[in-house]
């Protein structure tokens, strides 16, 4: 596959369900065009996806009610570039540790992921996390997050927390032109990580 180093022009928020405006919002601070996405028409009108954070397992089913899942799918194993936040992680991921036989993902980066595993939503909590190639810490909101139980050898593993059981979990994860968050950054105010998956490589 050929690659451009451009960044993506008009970016897709995939508009199920989760923080659509705060993601197009964040979109646009940076200069691409946020555009939203709900049928495979308006996917075809972008040139990278945001997966917002949301229900996985409902919007699984919303993505094979809209006629999304398999466009998405093709669109994603050509390369385009995509960002996964809370239940967008989970849907990118290649495993869904206890997830229902119906639900779907996407296998776009290499990490086995458990729902709702740092805890229900009086769980939910804020910390200043140190990512990979930053230079000060960047502030986290979890709400409901998913743990990564395991990660594939080509996975980046670009920040980590101590969950509950005393071990260190990836929480933000890259790997080509994907990249997942276990939590919601588009809730801080900080461009970082959306400047991060706007500077992934594009396919030509």
Same mark, same amino acid.
């Given at each position: 596959?050929?690659?451009?180093?451009?960044?993506?022009?008009?970016?897709?928020?995939?508009? +199920? %369900?989760?923080?659509?405006?705060?993601?197009?919002?964040?979109?646009?601070?940076?200069?691409?065009?946020?555009?939203?996405?709900?049928?495979?028409?308006?996917?075809?009108?972008?040139?990278?996806?945001? +997966?917002?954070?949301?229900e996985s397992t409902t919007m699984s089913l919303l993505l094979e009610s809209s006629?999304? +899942?398999?466009?998405?799918?093709?669109?994603? %194993?050509?390369?385009?570039?995509?960002?996964?936040?809370?239940?967008?992680?989970?849907?990118?991921?290649?495993?869904?540790?206890?997830?229902?036989?119906?639900?779907?993902?996407?296998?776009?980066?290499?990490?086995?992921?458990?729902?709702?595993?740092?805890?229900?939503?009086?769980?939910?909590?804020?910390?200043?996390?140190?990512?990979?190639?930053?230079?000060?810490?960047?502030?986290?909101?979890?709400?409901?997050?998913?743990?990564?139980?395991?990660?594939?050898?080509?996975?980046?593993?670009?920040?980590?927390?101590?969950?509950?059981?005393?071990?260190?979990?990836?929480?933000?994860?890259?790997?080509?032109?994907?990249?997942?968050?276990?939590?919601?950054?588009?809730?801080?105010?900080?461009?970082? +990580?959306? %400047?991060?998956?706007?500077?992934?490589?594009?396919?030509?």
């Amino acid at each position: 596959m050929n690659v451009a180093a451009s960044r993506p022009e008009r970016v897709g928020i995939l508009a +199920l %369900q989760g923080d659509v405006r705060e993601h197009a919002r964040s979109v646009a601070e940076l200069g691409s065009v946020p555009v939203e996405v709900r049928t495979p028409g308006d996917l075809g009108k972008v040139d990278a996806l945001i +997966l917002p954070g949301g229900e996985s397992t409902t919007m699984s089913l919303l993505l094979e009610s809209s006629g999304l +899942l398999e466009p998405v799918r093709e669109r994603l %194993q050509l390369g385009m570039p995509a960002f996964g936040t809370c239940a967008g992680m989970i849907l990118l991921a290649s495993e869904v540790v206890d997830g229902r036989a119906d639900q779907r993902c996407f296998g776009a980066i290499d990490i086995g992921v458990r729902r709702n595993a740092f805890g229900r939503q009086v769980d939910s909590f804020e910390t200043e996390l140190d990512v990979q190639g930053f230079d000060r810490p960047l502030h986290a909101v979890f709400i409901r997050a998913p743990i990564v139980e395991w990660v594939g050898p080509d996975v980046e593993v670009l920040a980590t927390v101590t969950g509950k059981d005393g071990q260190e979990r990836p929480v933000v994860c890259r790997q080509g032109p994907v990249i997942v968050a276990a939590f919601h950054p588009e809730l801080s105010g900080d461009l970082r +990580l959306h %400047q991060e998956f706007l500077a992934a490589p594009m396919p030509c």
